[in-house]
């Protein structure tokens, strides 16, 4: 049995919100450096090529990448062989207290959804917990920015509808969203589970680097086809029109009952962060 | 080549743009997102002064990062503006010309931009550390308790927008897609 103290997954928590909202991930960046040399329409170039310089600027002098600095979404994956000593919901709070405090990053949580009243440490997290096998703990930590997640959705298909139902509703999401959500958006889309199963892999979607595809090759074939179709809607950029409406279509899949086909759209923006740490 | 506007904005300056017309903003410019909004309109249904002159004024819909020592403000990009679509129709008739976001307006917005000579410019969403450079100064004006949401009096220097839709009613949303999808 492996003893780690809450204090220390504090630090990581901190350590990672500031990291996560200055350095966007080099998969991202990729991508979008892709994109912008596929791109023939001249003003989505023209965006394109800010994007590009804004998170060069925050990069390089430690500042946020935008100043929707999210809700702190925590994913710890603890190992079955550790003991945590200390309260461990309280120790990723207080990470994400000092890490907002110290990195000057912006505190936008409230209380109640209804009272409304900002909590000015952007505390609580959105905490999920995975008991895995081992003596590790894996932390990340994803900002998530609310742009994208209003223009999120959820839909219980019918087997019927099979896979060309899947393909219209997500197509149907990224139209609704348009410009919005600040395209280009990465797509993350969760198949099958229960109503809040689908929802959580369509954000776990969202943490898979995207330039990694599904393992399964129907799936991956799924993906490619609809970054396709999506990219053919011609939105663009910030909506103003061009071929990049999405950097990628991440699709997570689960077992579902024999009555359900359950699927779930998580939009993220050009600004999809996320940073991992193993104690 | 960019339209330079200096603010304030007269509502015969805001008719004169034109939906796709790239502008470099310079002047005071205001801060108010969804709180603000709605304590600003419910001043303005009591009958009450508000704490900024409408007049002619430029809105910005954005809640910054807080600023570092020394800085004028911190990241500072455009928020979503539908959620502003319930209030802008009555800041618009109380002499709002110019609203800066990112994101669709619905019906009633683009109605009170065409009958009172009103402007939607977008800035660039998630570009806040860059747009920042734009700020000069930064003070907070009223709703200080609001934080990220309080109303901020910005002095920018060409400040990069595009109008999305203009006084006519002219949508660069769907006229730049179109054209787009047309090129193909």
Redesign the interface.
């Known amino acids: 049995m492996r003893e780690i103290d809450a204090g220390q997954i504090t630090q990581v928590v901190s350590r990672l919100c500031i990291q996560a909202n200055r350095q966007l991930p080099q998969d991202m960046k990729n991508q979008i450096e892709a994109c912008r040399s596929q791109e023939d ?1 001249a ?2 170039k023209e ?1 394109l090529d ?2 590009v ?3 060069q ?2 990069g390089d ?1 430690d ?7 999210g809700m702190a979404c925590v994913f710890l994956k603890i190992g079955q062989d550790v003991h945590i000593s200390g309260d461990l919901r309280a120790a990723v709070d207080e990470g994400v207290r000092q890490g907002y405090a110290e990195g ?5 949580v409230v209380r109640d959804p209804l009272d ?1 009243v ?1 909590t ?1 440490d952007n505390t609580p997290a959105m905490l999920y917990i995975d008991l895995v096998p081992g003596q590790e703990v894996e932390i990340t930590v994803a900002p998530k920015g609310f ?1 994208s997640e ?1 223009m999120s959705q959820i839909k219980m298909l019918r087997p019927s509808d099979g896979v060309q139902g899947v393909k219209d509703f997500v197509r149907k999401v990224v139209e609704d969203a ?5 395209p280009p958006i990465v797509v993350g889309v969760g198949i099958g589970g229960t109503f809040d199963k689908a929802a959580y892999l369509a954000k776990q979607a969202l943490m898979r680097p995207v330039d990694q595809r599904n393992a399964a090759p129907y799936y991956a074939q799924l993906e490619a086809e609809l970054l396709e179709e999506i990219n053919a809607l ?3 950029p ?6 990049t409406t999405a950097l990628a279509v991440n699709i997570e899949q689960c077992p579902t009952h024999i009555a359900g086909l359950p699927v779930a759209v998580n939009i993220n ?3 999809t962060r996320h940073k991992t740490e193993v104690l | 080549m960019p339209v330079s506007i200096k603010t304030p904005l007269s509502r015969e300056q805001a008719r004169q743009l034109k939906a796709g017309d790239s502008c470099l903003i310079s002047g005071v410019i205001y801060t108010a997102r969804d ?1 603000a909004h709605k304590r600003l309109c419910e001043l303005a249904e009591q009958g009450k002064p508000l704490p900024i002159d409408m007049t002619d004024a430029v809105i910005y819909y ?7 020592p020394g800085e004028a403000i ?4 455009p ?2 503006s ?1 959620r502003m679509d319930a209030y802008s129709p009555l800041l618009i008739s109380l002499g709002e010309t110019g609203m800066i976001g ?3 307006r619905g019906p009633e917005v683009v109605a009170a931009m065409k009958e009172h000579g009103a402007v939607y410019f ?1 800035a ?7 747009l ?2 734009c700020v000069k100064k930064a003070e907070i004006v009223a709703y200080e308790d ?4 309080a109303i901020r009096r910005l002095e920018v220097e060409d400040f990069p927008v ?1 109008v999305v839709i203009d006084s006519q009613g002219n949508n ?2 769907e006229t ?6 047309e ?2």
Do not use: M
């Open positions: 329409w003003p989505a965006i800010r994007i310089e804004n998170y600027i925050a002098n500042r946020p990448i935008c100043q929707d600095t000057f990053l912006r505190k936008s409304r900002n000015g742009g209003n348009g410009p919005n959500p600040c011609g939105i663009g910030q909506g103003f029109g061009g071929r923006c050009h600004v | 709180a954005v809640g910054p990062t807080p600023a570092r911190g990241s500072a990009g928020t979503t539908y990112k994101g669709k977008g660039i969403g998630g570009c806040g550390a860059l920042s450079q609001l934080g990220a949401e595009i660069l949303y730049g897609r179109q054209a787009y999808l090129s193909k």
